[in-house]
């Protein structure tokens, strides 16, 4: 039986301070995808206690250009430069993204790091621009991305084949459009964002944000018919408590199994 899963870098929506910001990396035997970074050099610090060393990330999908999503991987390609400059580590570093997030993240870097860094962008870290329902290969991984037609920002969900033949969907961090059904309809894993407790809507206004709660990413889970539903992109004022109350929110809908994991939590994909 194949051995994939996914480490829990962060958990927390774009203003948490208690947690980190919703990214994470997928594993299988021989490959792994960073999905995301989070909103500063905090990546680093999280990927040193999951465990995971930057010598042995040679992919990473953006999903979008908002700051806590990508200003984390400004730091992840500065590190990795850092290492082939000094000779640790072998091969390339491809980013995958559509053409907006990757020009956010060039521009970027090009007007932060210094010379002798810059000339390894496009010369061992490489831009790989991904297109609407376009698939490619991580490793051992079949990737095909989508659009998510977000209402805020161009955002790319994707679904994933993972070795075993589980098939993994992530929708990015706002809600579920009909248009993508073909996509998420029944997978094994959907990874969902709940910006709070439906019980908690009118303290974090979720709606006014374009997000949802758990209870409806349960009812979704059960519309769809997958099989496991994880949640996070979430506030952290209900830490301690999260787990058990998101769960049983969106058991309430969902007759799946429900995760809802920590920051540094790893989920076996099985």
């Not at 999903?63 to 590190?79: C, E, F, K, P, Q």
């Not at 490489?126 to 297109?131: A, C, G, P, S």
């Not at 579920?176 to 997978?187: I, L, M, P, T």
């Not at 519309?223 to 209900?238: A, G, I, M, S």
């Amino acid at each position: 039986m194949s051995h994939n899963t996914l480490t829990m870098l962060g958990t927390g929506n774009a203003i948490v301070t208690r947690c980190y910001n919703t990214c994470f990396v997928l594993s299988t035997e021989t490959s792994r995808c960073l999905v995301d970074a989070g909103g500063g050099n905090g990546v680093l610090s999280q990927l040193e206690k999951a465990g995971i060393d930057l010598s042995s990330l040679h992919d990473m999908f953006v999903t979008h250009a908002h700051t806590d999503h990508i200003l984390g991987a400004v730091w992840v390609v500065r590190m990795i430069i850092n290492r082939m400059k000094s000779g640790r580590y072998e091969g390339a570093f491809t980013v995958y993204g559509h053409d907006k997030v990757l020009t956010v993240l060039d521009w970027i870097c090009r007007m932060t790091l210094s010379a002798k860094d810059r000339a390894y962008l496009g010369n061992g870290v490489l831009f790989h621009e991904v297109k609407d329902k376009e698939r490619f290969e991580v490793g051992d991984m079949q990737f095909q991305c989508f659009d998510i037609l977000s209402t805020k920002e161009k955002q790319f969900g994707f679904q994933v084949a993972l070795p075993g033949g589980q098939r993994l969907v992530c929708l990015g961090d706002e809600p579920y459009n009909e248009a993508n059904r073909s996509y998420v309809e029944g997978a094994d894993w959907m990874l969902c964002e709940a910006f709070c407790l439906y019980r908690d809507r009118d303290i974090f206004k979720p709606y006014e944000k374009h997000h949802s709660t758990a209870l409806e990413a349960g009812s979704l889970a059960e519309q769809l018919r997958v099989k496991n539903l994880l949640l996070y992109h979430t506030e952290d004022r209900n830490l301690a408590t999260r787990k058990e109350l998101y769960r049983a929110e969106a058991l309430l809908h969902f007759t799946g199994r429900v995760f809802v994991p920590d920051d540094l939590e790893t989920v076996e994909l099985s």
